[in-house]
């Protein structure tokens, strides 16, 4: 059974504007400065691949997971300054196994959360 979870401040900044700028732009297909809709976007994609989409964004792809560095990298390539406790604090909620990363399936929980796909 789930429990209902509201995001902090923090985990918002995950999914600022700058992050879904970035994201929406692979939906971008025409250079045409729209993009569809989330809802538009979800039931045109199977939640697998959405998923799928936005943890290659952040994780290193040779380990498959999402470190704190890999984070960092993510937000400064998009202009985001967040501090180094904001950042733990943002893989932290994401780490359910406490191995300091975020794993693939850890990702899909957190985000199926977010985005109602469960």
Known sequence: MSESHTPSQLEMELLSDAVLQ???????KHNSGKVPSMRQIQSQ??????ILSLFDLFSNKSS???SKQDLEDTV???GLEISPQEL???????????DG????????TLVSSKLNFS
């Open 101 to 108: 990363k975020v794993s693939l399936s850890e990702f899909k």
């Open 88 to 98: 733990q604090e943002m893989i932290n909620v994401a780490d359910l196994n406490g």
């Open 76 to 78: 400064t390539d998009l």
């Open 45 to 50: 994609i199977p939640q697998d691949q959405t």
């Open 22 to 28: 970035e994201i929406f732009s692979e939906f971008d």
């Open 64 to 66: 498959n997971s999402i």
